[in-house]
């Protein structure tokens, strides 16, 4: 195995910031229980320069039902961040030694610990982007979740594949036309990941790694195929065809079983949450796809297939359908 960083279990806890105006640190879980058929994200980012913070935190069930919540330069009040938990709202993310989400809303209550599979891997060392490029800082994990959901009224015991992220240091809201970051876990033998990226420059990247029984392994190709609603900006499947720099070769279908607006500083997401497929197995899949071609800050008009509605709701009738 090439020689990549890790970093230590301090370093999930808050950092010193620092003093531009474009720093930033957040924090990410994104998980499916597909037995429940209940899926969830949540992504928290700081942003102590400005005393603000932005968070979007959603679940859904097999049976329509929703929760989200996203807010974006909402005020940091002083317990939001200390050494051990960052939050904001009534969700909070205690980190270090224990990965624990915590959300308390009147419709909707989430306890969730996550479980590591592997080393916390310096991202950036291990797909060879340069520290300039993106930020300073940035690990991602696959694992497991598990814990409790009340989503209204009603109480889901939760054992899920998922995977986290954890960043700090300079980040650039408008510089993508588009997006795609997909997180790919199997269980605690193989997981994957893979980003495509178009900047505002006409620059395109692509990048991602493969990990099996802890060992990552670069990509040296992979090729998305994402088929888009008639909003634009939501989609139902996708494929995903990598192959490694040994020569391994996998295709991967994806299903969607719904999807989360991210929207944050005027960027916005779809986080297609659902089931990987591959060779006859089920894993956990959540693309994140933001298409942006013009540079446009403004919300979607309207999302076909993903919430975009604040508060509990539930899932309409899927267009097409």
Same mark, same amino acid.
């Given at each position: 195995?090439?020689?990549?960083?890790?970093?230590?279990?301090?370093?999930?806890?808050?950092?010193?910031?620092?003093?531009? +105006?474009? !720093?930033?640190?957040?924090?990410? @879980?994104? !998980?499916?229980?597909?037995?429940?058929?209940? =899926?969830?994200?949540?992504?928290?980012?700081?942003? +102590?320069?400005?005393?603000?913070?932005?968070?979007?935190?959603?679940? @859904?069930?097999?049976?329509?039902?929703?929760?989200?919540?996203?807010?974006?330069?909402?005020?940091?009040?002083?317990?939001?961040?200390?050494?051990?938990?960052?939050?904001? =709202?009534?969700? *909070?993310?205690?980190?270090?030694?224990?990965?624990?989400?915590?959300?308390?809303?009147?419709?909707?209550?989430?306890?969730?610990?996550?479980?590591?599979?592997?080393? *916390?891997?310096?991202? &950036?060392?291990?797909?060879?982007?340069?520290?300039?490029?993106?930020?300073?800082?940035?690990?991602?994990?696959?694992?497991?979740?598990?814990?409790?959901?009340?989503?209204?009224?009603?109480?889901?015991?939760?054992?899920?594949? %998922?995977?986290?992220?954890?960043? !700090?240091?300079?980040?650039? !809201?408008?510089?993508?036309?588009?997006?795609?970051?997909?997180?790919? $876990?199997?269980?605690?033998?193989?997981?994957?990941?893979?980003?495509?990226?178009?900047?505002?420059?006409?620059?395109?990247? *692509?990048?991602?790694?493969?990990?099996?029984?802890? $060992?990552?392994?670069?990509?040296?190709?992979?090729?998305?195929?994402? +088929?888009?609603?008639?909003?634009?900006?939501?989609?139902?499947?996708?494929?995903?065809? &990598?192959?490694?720099?040994? %020569?391994?070769?996998?295709?991967?279908?994806?299903?969607?079983?719904?999807?989360?607006?991210?929207?944050?500083?005027?960027?916005?997401?779809?986080?297609?949450?659902?089931?990987?497929?591959?060779?006859?197995?089920? =894993?956990?899949?959540? &693309?994140?796809?933001?298409?942006?071609?013009?540079?446009?800050?403004?919300?979607?008009?309207?999302?076909?297939?993903?919430?975009?509605?604040?508060?509990?709701?539930?899932?309409?009738?899927?267009?097409?359908?």
């Amino acid at each position: 195995m090439m020689d990549i960083k890790t970093y230590a279990a301090s370093d999930d806890r808050p950092h010193a910031h620092g003093t531009g +105006p474009d !720093w930033q640190e957040s924090v990410l @879980f994104t !998980w499916f229980d597909e037995k429940n058929g209940l =899926g969830g994200f949540y992504r928290l980012g700081h942003e +102590p320069q400005h005393g603000a913070g932005n968070c979007c935190f959603g679940v @859904f069930t097999s049976d329509g039902g929703r929760y989200r919540w996203n807010v974006t330069g909402e005020a940091l009040l002083a317990g939001d961040r200390t050494e051990n938990h960052m939050g904001l =709202g009534s969700t *909070r993310a205690m980190l270090g030694d224990s990965l624990r989400l915590t959300a308390e809303f009147p419709e909707c209550k989430v306890d969730l610990v996550f479980e590591d599979y592997h080393a *916390r891997f310096d991202y &950036l060392d291990l797909v060879g982007v340069a520290r300039d490029d993106f930020v300073a800082h940035h690990y991602e994990v696959a694992g497991s979740m598990a814990g409790q959901v009340v989503l209204a009224g009603r109480r889901y015991d939760i054992r899920a594949q %998922g995977y986290r992220d954890r960043s !700090w240091g300079n980040r650039f !809201w408008n510089q993508f036309r588009s997006a795609r970051w997909w997180p790919i $876990v199997f269980g605690p033998d193989l997981s994957m990941q893979v980003v495509h990226l178009l900047s505002a420059d006409g620059k395109f990247r *692509r990048y991602g790694y493969l990990m099996r029984q802890g $060992v990552p392994e670069q990509l040296r190709s992979s090729r998305i195929v994402l +088929p888009v609603e008639d909003d634009a900006f939501t989609y139902q499947r996708a494929q995903l065809e &990598l192959e490694t720099r040994s %020569g391994e070769r996998l295709f991967i279908e994806h299903e969607v079983r719904d999807g989360i607006v991210l929207q944050v500083r005027g960027f916005a997401a779809v986080e297609g949450i659902g089931v990987a497929k591959l060779n006859g197995r089920n =894993g956990f899949g959540n &693309l994140e796809a933001n298409s942006n071609p013009l540079g446009g800050n403004q919300a979607p008009a309207s999302v076909f297939f993903a919430n975009m509605d604040n508060g509990l709701s539930q899932m309409k009738l899927r267009a097409g359908s």
